[in-house]
T-cell receptor, first 114, second 111 residues
Framework: KAGVTQTPRYLIKTRGQQVTLSCSPI?????VSWYQQTPGQGLQFLFEYFSETQRNKGNFPGRFSGRQFSNSRSEMNVSTLELGDSALYLCASSFSTSPGTEAFFGQGTRLTVV | GIQVEQSPPDLILQEGANSTLRCNFS?????LQWFHQNPWGQLINLFYIPSGTKQNGRLSATTVATERYSLLYISSSQTTDSGVYFC?????????????FGQGTILTVHP
């Protein structure tokens, strides 16, 4: 069974640009969550999607957005990039988000903003 | 939201030593998990352990949900155990997919 796949693995972007990251969950998993990891803030929750609906959102500015497709694949977009957006972005998939559900993470996308 | 405190923040061991990592939660949590982050950044699942005790080889974990803490035991440590260990959980209810992570324990195992 394939794991969670994130693409691309590495990205270098310039301030002011926008970027789109992709996450393909484990087959059969319908919930996808996104996290940002930085040395200063640690791992922080961005948002969660289930059956194409955003059900939960963290405390990030509106420049961070996401969506989920009917095949459960998810994308997140960051517009007007800032230097502080440089981070490792991780997505996690799970069968659902009810109690009793384990989350599995992809390898991450390392974004560098210059 | 819930707060997660991990201790110790750093741990340095000689190969073969045993260690215990702790995770305290400010409130009751669901879906408590332990992860090991590899050098490439991926979070590797170690244990899904909302309560009770589990063992997997040299690793074992115990969660006492009523007292809001979890422990990860590493026995006979190896250099390949080095890395960052995280615990995480969610508050249940409408906290869909929102795992709250501790700041991690950085483990270094010397040969």
């Amino acid at each position: 069974k394939a794991g969670v796949t994130q693409t691309p693995r590495y990205l270098i972007k310039t301030r002011g640009q926008q970027v789109t990251l992709s996450c393909s969950p484990i087959s059969g998993h319908r919930s996808v969550s996104w996290y940002q990891q930085t040395p200063g803030q640690g791992l922080q929750f961005l948002f969660e999607y289930f059956s194409e609906t955003q059900r939960n959102k963290g405390n990030f500015p509106g420049r961070f957005s996401g969506r989920q497709f009917s095949n459960s694949r998810s994308e997140m977009n960051v517009s007007t990039l800032e230097l502080g957006d440089s981070a490792l972005y991780l997505c996690a998939s799970s069968f659902s988000t009810s109690p009793g559900t384990e989350a599995f993470f992809g390898q991450g996308t390392r974004l560098t903003v210059v | 939201g819930i707060q997660v405190e991990q201790s110790p923040p750093d741990l340095i061991l000689q190969e073969g030593a045993n260690s215990t990592l702790r995770c305290n939660f400010s409130d009751s949590v669901n879906n408590l998990q332990w992860f090991h982050q590899n050098p490439w950044g991926q979070l590797i699942n170690l244990f899904y352990i909302p309560s009770g005790t589990k063992q997997n080889g040299r690793l074992s974990a115990t969660t006492v949900a009523t007292e809001r803490y979890s422990l990860l035991y590493i026995s006979s440590s190896q250099t390949t155990d080095s890395g960052v260990y995280f615990c995480a959980g969610d508050a249940g209810g409408t906290s869909y997919g929102k795992l709250t992570f501790g700041q991690g324990t950085i483990l270094t195992v010397h040969p």
